[in-house]
Each structure stands twice: as C-alpha cells, then as structure tokens.
C-alpha cells in the first residue's frame, strides 16, 4: 500500500517512503503474515541463542554480497550499522583516523556524527579523528565529472591530515541526505586505492542507496566496480521495521571476538523474519527491475 491516512480520513500518497525505508509498500500481506508467524513462535532471543529467523536471513543476506563479504552482524538502525563498522574498523587497522565525505550523512550518534559532514546535522560534542574530503558533486563539484580528480583530495587528507595510516573511509554510494547525489565516475576506485595503501579499511553505507534500489545492481558500490571491506545497511532491509546490518570477511569480523561483542535487540527474530520476507517480495514482485523503469522514466521526465 502507497498510501498514509489521517485522523479525518484523507488519503496522501506517500512518496517519501517512510524516510526512504518502505520499500516494499505500507503492510504489505507477506510482510506483515511472516511477522505474525514468527511472534508465534519465538519474540526475542538474542544472538546468543541462534533460531532460523536470524540464521536464515542472514544467509540469505550474505548470498547478495559479492566477494568475501560472509559474515553478517544484525543491528538496530543505520546509525548503529555505522557505528559498528567504523569500531571494527578501528580496532582491526588499530588506528584511529576515519576518512569521510563532505555533505555525507551517515548517522547521530558520537562517531557516526563525526563522519556527517553537515552542519545542521551536528551536535557540540566530541567528534574526534575524523576528516572530511572533498565531495565527489558531478552536478556543482569542482572538478565536474572527474571522479580521479575528486580522489586525490583522500591522498591529500592521508599524506597532509594524518601519519599516513588510517583506520578506513566511509562514503554512501549515493549521498541521501546530502541530496541524492551519485559520485562521479570512477571515485570509488581511485579512492579505494589510496585508503587501501594506507592500510585502511573501505566502508560502503549502503543505507539508503542499497537493497535493489539502484535497478542495475543490487548494490550502489558495485556501480563503480569496487567492493569494499566493510557494507553498512537499514531502512528498507525492513520495510519499516527497526532492522540494520554489518558485513564483512571473516578475517575482517573476527577482531570482535578478541572481546565480548553483544547487542541486545540486533537480530532480532521479527525483525529478521521481516528482513527475509522483504528480500522473498522483491524477488517476487521484481522491484528491483521495476527501480530501473522508474529510473529511466524519471530521467526522461526531468531533463
């Protein structure tokens, strides 16, 4: 269902999704009959007592990821998803410095809000070892389309911001909250190579931009050929339920066991179960195609 309702009745199509997140419509049947389903059977568990809801959403999550990106931590929210990767990221480089986008968004909590860079979106509170590049704007950036010009700027924040290590790089493949806009051609890879030389992780927030809605691939990061270390995700994954994940390599998540990693609600066995059914709906219904055709048409319209 497209439509909200008032408390008087009138109908408004809801074109803003849910904040991006209804991706599948309002209460849609399948949606809404596995989460009954599974409320009769187990409500809360925890990742410390393993059901199919968790495990089987999880395996079906990472059979999207391309490469080694095989293990999957279940979270709250995006912000959350963001927090958590840049911690791994952090404790497996063992340094502390994060490289960001300028107009990027990736969460309100203290390191997430550190790595938005808008200022509307920033509290006066401790934000520490974060550094902003140039944004990647093929529409009002500086170097137009160029996207390996826009990524000297990340080996300029390396060589002249930090000692030359850095614990990762996080970007959204399409910046949401900063306006929907895509990043020039060829960023990611000049981008990449630079963090990775650096002996930093590369974090993909695919929050907003992931899950089939980019109609050619089921992920904005594979638009520019890349994968990355880490993948962030939430909003739709749910369809409005509080649902974000992390994934990663083994390699890469196994830092977490040096310590005792925990979060009491991520995984939890609704939310998955909701998860899963989203992913079963899109198959189905072929909205990821569908995100082509709605793509191209409204190219078509605004130009």
Not at 88 to 93: D, E, S
Request: hydrophobic share 40%.
């Amino acid at each position: 269902m497209q439509y909200l309702f008032d408390e008087n009745g009138r109908r408004y199509l809801d074109g803003f999704g849910g904040i991006a997140t209804v991706c599948c419509g309002h209460c849609h049947p399948d949606v809404v009959d596995a989460i009954v389903k599974q409320s009769n059977r187990i409500q809360h568990s925890t990742v410390l007592y393993l059901n199919h809801a968790i495990a089987d959403f999880a395996e079906a999550l990472a059979s999207k990821m391309p490469g080694n990106l095989k293990v999957v931590f279940f979270t709250n929210s995006g912000t959350e998803a963001n927090e958590l990767a840049l911690m791994i990221a952090r404790l497996y480089t063992g340094c502390h410095d994060i490289i960001s986008l300028r107009n990027g968004y990736h969460g309100n909590a203290g390191a997430t809000m550190g790595a938005t860079a808008q200022s509307s979106w920033k509290f006066n509170v401790i934000q520490s070892g974060v550094h902003h590049a140039l944004n990647p704007d093929p529409y009002r950036g500086v170097f137009g389309s160029d996207g390996e010009k826009y990524a000297k700027d990340v080996q300029d924040v390396i060589d002249f911001g930090t000692t030359g290590h850095v614990a990762g790089f996080i970007s959204e493949s399409i910046q949401g909250v900063g306006g929907i806009i895509e990043l020039a051609p060829g960023y990611l890879p000049a981008a990449y190579g630079s963090v990775k030389k650096a002996g930093g992780l590369c974090i993909a927030d695919e929050v907003q931009a992931g899950f089939g809605r980019m109609g050619s691939h089921f992920w904005g990061f594979e638009t520019q050929g890349v994968v990355p270390d880490i993948v962030t995700m939430a909003k739709g994954i749910g369809n409005g339920i509080p649902l974000g994940a992390v994934v990663t390599t083994p390699e890469i998540a196994e830092v977490l066991t040096h310590r005792s990693y925990f979060n009491t609600f991520g995984g939890n066995p609704l939310c998955t179960a909701a998860g899963l059914a989203v992913l079963k709906v899109m198959e189905k219904e072929n909205l990821q195609e569908k995100c082509t055709s709605c793509r191209v048409l409204s190219q078509k319209e605004t130009n």
